[in-house]
């Protein structure tokens, strides 16, 4: 028997949990000898190609499945088609009016619209106070900026003013202004 001297019963207890877990993981996935056929317990025989065993419910039935998932299903039969005379109106609510163009169409944005939409895609990474002033740190596109209070940013926009939480931009081309807050504030 190998004695183990100086193991602190914490230890032992330790090393008895960790034996027992080898042992366990070896019955697990110890090779077992192949059983003996019968009825219940027989090997399965090779499968060849284009057979299928089926094991289950279906099989104990004696049928398969009710379709065949790998073919398309058959067609549905289509509609005929509808006939829209040229004459036809459309109904647009309380006051009957007929309408054959269709829904009325959005305006355009405008330019303000517009110029807004491009500074809000200005991202402001991080702001941070050096030599005296405030620097952001901004990313417009696939293009990095770092700017300083009334720098120009690709030539259209000017940063007004920068604070610790935001950045001012105005775009001059279309004379607008927006705040932009600094990414996960």
Known sequence: M???????????????????LLIANLWQWWP???????????????????????????????????RDLFRP?????????????????????????????????AAPPSPEEMARAEIARIKVIGVVFRKGRYEAYLTHGDMNHI???????EGRYVVEAIGPD??????E????TNEIPVLGR
């Open 147 to 153: 700017a300083y209070e009334g720098a120009r940013i």
């Open 2 to 20: 190998i004695r183990f001297t100086g193991l602190t019963p914490r230890s032992r207890l330790l090393l008895a949990g960790v034996l027992a």
């Open 173 to 176: 081309r279309a004379n607008v």
């Open 32 to 66: 077992r000898a192949p059983r003996e056929t019968g009825a219940a317990g027989a090997l399965p025989r090779a499968v060849r190609d284009g057979e299928l065993q089926l094991h289950g419910a279906q099989a104990a039935r004696g049928r398969g499945p009710q």
């Open 73 to 105: 299903a058959q067609a549905v039969a289509a509609r005929a088609p509808v006939a829209i005379s040229a004459h036809a109106s459309v109904s647009t609510g309380a006051q009957g009016k007929g309408n054959a163009a269709g829904p009325a169409k």
């Open 166 to 171: 935001s950045v001012r931009i105005r775009d």
